[in-house]
């Protein structure tokens, strides 16, 4: 039987989701606390793979379960052995066929900065901070020639492995809630490091040293030294993937903002 999984992780304990000799990863710890569950081996595998520090408030996973068992011990009996930095919300049987990574038409991410002249200490491995000056109504005006299919390529990292940059942004929202300013974006997919990237190139126009029409330049050039350095990973969040009605996965359950009061 053929199981889907919504977890919820501290990125901050983990270098990334994908297993790696050597250092803690979220598919180690669920592969484990799954295998414990199941009495045998287990793979799971994800509907994207974050990098280490990155956090996600609605990830999903699926897995061929080899032995049979109630869906709550999926949830409640995975939840006992994995370490407190994750944990499953909700489990379910899913077709064969479906698949974590391939099936998913959109994924949302979002990033929080504290925009302040004195970094964070309480959140400072969950949020980037800024602290100059940022103006939110000129990043806006710059994130809405993001929107539509363009190619990233001024957005993707070097080591990147997507077959093409080509992605079509859905959706680039920047609001400020005090001294917090929120990046939401969905897409069919994103590159590597591409909201990260995004981010930094908001925040240079949100600080005056771009125009908002340089975001046009930057995508025509398709040519990542012209960008803006990488935001960390810090205050990055996996925070929604959206499938067919058909999957049969809880839909409200699939998109889920790390910190409900923004």
Known sequence: ???ALLLEYDGSAYHGWQLQAG?????????????????????????????????????VVHFDAP?????SAWVRGVNAHLGAACCVRWAGAVDDQFHARFD??????????HNHRVRPAMLRAYSGWCHRPLDVELMQRAAGKLLGEHDF??????????KTPIKTM?????????????????ANAFLHHMVRNIVGALVRVGRGAAAPEWMDDLLAARNRSLGAPTFGPQGLYLCGIEYPPQCGLPAEQLVRLPFPPL
């Open 104 to 113: 998913a038409k959109s994924r949302s991410y979002c990033y929080l900065l």
């Open 67 to 71: 032995a049979e068992r109630p869906l």
């Open 170 to 186: 859905h959706s680039c929202d920047v609001s400020r809630h005090g001294e917090w300013i929120m990046f939401r974006l969905r």
């Open 1 to 3: 039987m053929r199981i």
């Open 23 to 59: 250092v803690p990863s979220v598919q180690e710890d669920l592969e484990q606390a799954l295998g414990s569950v199941a009495g045998a081996p287990v793979r799971a595998t994800a509907a994207g793979r974050t990098d280490r520090g990155v956090h996600a408030s609605v990830q």
């Open 153 to 162: 390529t001024s957005f993707r990292a070097s080591q990147c492995q997507a």
